[in-house]
């Protein structure tokens, strides 16, 4: 079996010139300056998804406020606020808007009348499912314009990313 080098790869592919990565300098890599490097790039990818969204267009911690229910089901307010990292007046204001949308419905807690909790509904799971539909290509749009190296790239770095905001 021949080696394989990222040139061949290109020129297997049908690439008229070979493309080799160039050299990275060693002072991209040292921590700190890496560090600003990725905060900025994730910072733009990052707002360019959040500029595709559903039918509703929400606002980003609404649009939080959806996932977290789509992933772990009903919740009060206050775990809502907890997961979310807001303040529980902050989390009430969000709930009310949604369900003024038809997005989430409030009902009484099974065991507890005193309490609510927030549930997803069809149409809160439809913005979602749309929203993530639309990041998904607009992403894949964007991948599918790059070489199969630098996508092998961004995948080692995808498995890098999330081994660090597992931290």
Known sequence: MPHVTPASRTVERGGATPSVPPSIPRSRTRPGSLGSELRVALTRVSRRLRTQRGEADLPEGQFGVLTVLRKHGEMSPGALAEHERTKPPSMTRAVNALAELGLVEKVEHATDR??????????????????????????????????????????????????????
Do not use: F, H, P, Y
């Not at 549930?119 to 991948?143: F, I, K, Y």
């Open 114 to 167: 005193r309490q609510v909790v927030v549930r997803l509904t069809e149409a809160g799971t439809r913005e979602v499912d749309e929203t993530r539909r639309r990041r998904d290509a607009w992403l894949t749009q964007q991948l599918s314009q790059l070489t199969t190296d630098e996508r092998e790239t961004l995948a080692r770095a995808s498995d890098i990313l999330t081994r660090i905001a597992a931290r």
